[in-house]
T-cell receptor, first 111, second 112 residues
Framework: QKEVEQNSGPLSVPEGAIASLNCTYS??????FFWYRQYSGKSPELIMFIYSNGDKEDGRFTAQLNKASQYVSLLIRDSQPSDSATYLC???????????FGKGTRLSVIA | NAGVTQTPKFQVLKTGQSMTLQCAQDMNHNSMYWYRQDPGMGLRLIYY???????DKGEVPNGYNVSRLNKREFSLRLESAAPSQTSVYFCASRPDLNQRQYFGPGTRLTVL
């Protein structure tokens, strides 16, 4: 059973701080990873994807991938109250297989 | 370009009733998916279709059937609804390998 594990939270950070969200995965064949943000009552929306080891930055967001440790993370710099949401980590291997989602981490940014 | 659309947005059923959830995408994507989301359980895959004419079971297929009607449409049917099927159902589509999935707005289903 391929699994993606996330701490359910809630993770509380003060406004302006760095929020660090973590994810581990069991399938060593996983090649691509995605971070989705989901506001309460809404559908998930993609905020970052990463395929290669290392860091990938996009604005206030940085995704980090370490395939040797089977670890993916998402850093949110200068956290804002509008970042308060559930963040879902997902991975897939290189074949035509569906994404495997973690259960999500709930982030709360306190003003 | 509407993306992924789902109907209905809300539905209340009685135990034993049947219904079909509709999903359509206008992005010419090959793969389509049905998920259910329950509190604390994340997104669980029910069925998926990697291409027109094919369907495969996901993690929680029992009690559901699907039809990939054409490239645009992928429907989910509950033949005899049970209270355990109370959930939020999301449809998603994906263009190709290793690409992002696009989600529809969801259907909130309550089975009494």
């Amino acid at each position: 059973q391929k699994e993606v594990e996330q701490n359910s939270g809630p993770l509380s950070v003060p406004e302006g701080a760095i929020a660090s969200l973590n994810c581990t995965y069991s399938d060593r064949g996983s090649q691509s990873f995605f971070w989705y943000r989901q506001y309460s009552g809404k559908s998930p929306e993609l905020i970052m994807f990463i395929y290669s080891n290392g860091d990938k930055e996009d604005g206030r967001f940085t995704a980090q991938l370490n395939k040797a440790s089977q670890y993916v993370s998402l850093l949110i710099r200068d956290s804002q109250p509008s970042d308060s949401a559930t963040y879902l980590c997902a991975g897939t291997n290189s074949g035509n297989t569906p994404l495997v989602f973690g259960k999500g981490t709930r982030l709360s940014v306190i003003a | 370009n509407a993306g992924v659309t789902q109907t209905p947005k809300f539905q209340v059923l009685k135990t034993g009733q049947s219904m079909t959830l509709q999903c359509a995408q206008d992005m010419n994507h090959n793969s389509m998916y049905w998920y259910r989301q329950d509190p604390g359980m994340g997104l669980r895959l029910i069925y998926y279709s990697a291409s027109e004419g094919t369907t495969d079971k996901g993690e929680v297929p029992n009690g559901y059937n699907v039809s990939r009607l054409n490239k645009r449409e992928f429907s989910l049917r509950l033949e005899s609804a049970a209270p355990s099927q109370t959930s939020v159902y999301f449809c998603a589509s994906r263009p190709d390998l290793n690409q992002r999935q696009y989600f529809g707005p969801g259907t909130r289903l309550t089975v009494l």
